[in-house]
């Protein structure tokens, strides 16, 4: 049997960092024809890459920079860091373990 495909969500991706999260995911995978069979990391074989994120003038982004609180603000409106009742229905309406890392 395959292991679970892998998804890696990459959050507001610049092009090329997009692609450099892909290319760094997909490099995990190794060269090993039977890796999905002996090792963790044939997993990356089936790697999914996703990117995430919204148009850089939704907050204010240019050349110089972008409004660091709206695009907080977006995130967590509309990323919240909750578990979804219908998968973890004993811990939603709190932060998720690794969300709540990354609050303030």
Request: some cysteine; hydrophobic content about 35%.
């Amino acid at each position: 049997t395959l292991p679970p495909p892998i998804v890696l969500y990459v959050l507001d991706p610049e092009p090329i960092m997009f692609g450099a999260a892909a290319l760094q995911a997909y490099a995990q995978a190794g060269y090993n024809i039977a890796a999905e069979e002996c090792v963790v990391e044939g997993g990356y074989k089936r790697v999914h890459v996703v990117g995430v994120g919204w148009p850089v003038k939704a907050y204010n982004g240019d050349g110089e920079g972008w409004d660091r609180q709206t695009l907080i603000d977006m995130r967590r409106r509309d990323l919240p860091p909750f578990d979804h009742p219908k998968v973890k229905p004993e811990t939603s309406g709190k932060p998720n373990r690794d969300a709540e890392q990354l609050m303030d």
